[in-house]
């Protein structure tokens, strides 16, 4: 079966300090990755893709995440953590023809000032 | 402008009841999509429609059909609600391929008490 696991529920680091959201994939053929995040209350906004190319994708508000196919994963990254980050991050892979988004249990991050 | 809006953004009703939740989108996006999250915070795809045809409908109860009029529009009405209904449920839009983001709506939460 087609999967994205997120292996932790929750994610805190300091402001200031590196952040790093886990992701790894299970999918037949090429994989589509997106990373999406949700503030309270508010839908998912994307954040970045990536499709085919180099490694590292650079995304919104200073995200980046790296695609590792020996290890199926793509893990979020961002050098500098803001308290303004805090919110729960999905990472999906889209599926079936491209009509399905299959998303990760999410990841809780919290940045503590 | 919002470009994924749905309406209404709270809706609190009893069991047995039909509610309707609509959703536009003015991206002129082909794809669109019904996402349930759960209290668990899960995302999962209900339904997903190109151009007003149904693509996916993912072992959803009958209770729950979604209305295509036309490919800016997705609604979804839903019969006899039940308690375990009770979720936030999330209109999307993206255009159709493997290497399209979606945008997504603000949520509907649906309280059946």
């Known amino acids: 079966a087609q999967s994205v696991a997120q292996p932790e529920d929750q994610v805190n680091v300091a402001e200031g300090n590196p952040l790093t959201v886990k992701c790894t994939y299970s999918?037949?053929?090429?994989?589509?990755l997106f990373w999406y995040v949700q503030y309270p209350n508010r839908g998912l906004q994307f954040l970045l893709k990536?499709?085919?190319?180099?490694?590292l994708v650079k995304g919104s508000y200073g995200f980046e995440a790296e695609f590792n196919k020996s290890q199926t994963s793509f893990h979020l990254k961002k050098p500098s953590a803001l308290v303004s980050d805090s919110a729960l991050y999905f990472c999906?892979?889209?599926?079936?023809?491209?009509?399905?988004?299959?998303f990760g249990p999410g990841t809780r991050l919290s940045v503590l000032p | 402008d919002t470009a994924v809006s749905q309406t209404p953004k709270y809706l609190v009703t009893q069991m047995g009841n039909d509610k309707s939740i609509k959703c536009e989108q003015n991206?002129?996006?082909?794809?669109m999509y019904w996402y349930k999250q759960d209290s668990k915070k899960f995302l999962k795809i209900m339904f997903s429609?190109?151009?007003?045809?149904?693509?996916i409908n993912e072992t959803v109860p009958n209770r729950f059909s979604p209305k295509s009029p036309d490919k800016a529009h997705l609604n979804l009405h839903i019969n006899s609600l039940e308690l375990g209904d009770s979720a936030v449920y999330f209109c999307?839009?993206?255009?159709?391929?493997?290497?399209?983001?979606?945008?997504f709506g603000q949520g509907t939460r649906l309280t059946v008490v």
């Open positions: 999307a839009s993206s255009q159709p391929g493997y290497n399209t983001e979606a945008f």
């Open positions: 999918v037949s053929g090429n994989p589509y």
């Open positions: 990536y499709i085919t190319g180099d490694n």
């Open positions: 999906a892979v889209k599926l079936s023809g491209g009509q399905n988004f299959v």
């Open positions: 991206l002129g996006h082909d794809t």
């Open positions: 429609y190109n151009n007003k045809e149904l693509i």
